[in-house]
């Protein structure tokens, strides 16, 4: 199909370079200089769309370029005897040891995060009879609710609510 388009972008061409000469010469014999022809709009529109065509053709011919290396290429790989098994599935190796240095690196982090978690579980043990100790008694706490505005106490209140509300039930349940 790309053959029938550029015989068709050819074949227009050719009619808008035709009817640019008999414009030229139409313009001559009228006795018009070159500023005039430069300016008459029926030149400016047959030259815009000569121009538009030789673009079009560019294209095409580039589109012919790249299918023809294309092509070359498929021929060239299909003319290559296939791989032996032990090369094709090198090929697969390659591919899979990229991921593996990934998931190293997870194991890594993985393996520091496994080191803090077991550090925290003695910082906790140390923290929790230390922890009766800073506790601090409720009528201590209420003074901060209290300093707490207005806004924030109201969704608290209907979060507590909420929970006795469920809890009651599950006693129900």
Known sequence: MGARKKEAQERQKAYFERRLEERLSFLSKKGTES???DKDTLVKKL???IRAINDRLKAI???EKRT???AKIKAEKAALPPLPKDQAE???KKSKEAPEEGKEKKRK???EKG???EQKPEEDQEKKPGQEKEQKPEEEKKP???KKPEEEKKPEKKKEKKKEKKQEQEKEG
């Open 61 to 63: 011919a580039a589109n």
């Open 109 to 111: 982090k993985e393996k």
């Open 35 to 37: 500023p005039g022809i």
């Open 144 to 146: 901060e609710e209290e």
């Open 68 to 70: 023809a290396e294309l």
């Open 115 to 117: 080191q803090d978690q």
């Open 47 to 49: 030259r815009a769309n």
């Open 90 to 92: 090198g090929k697969g």
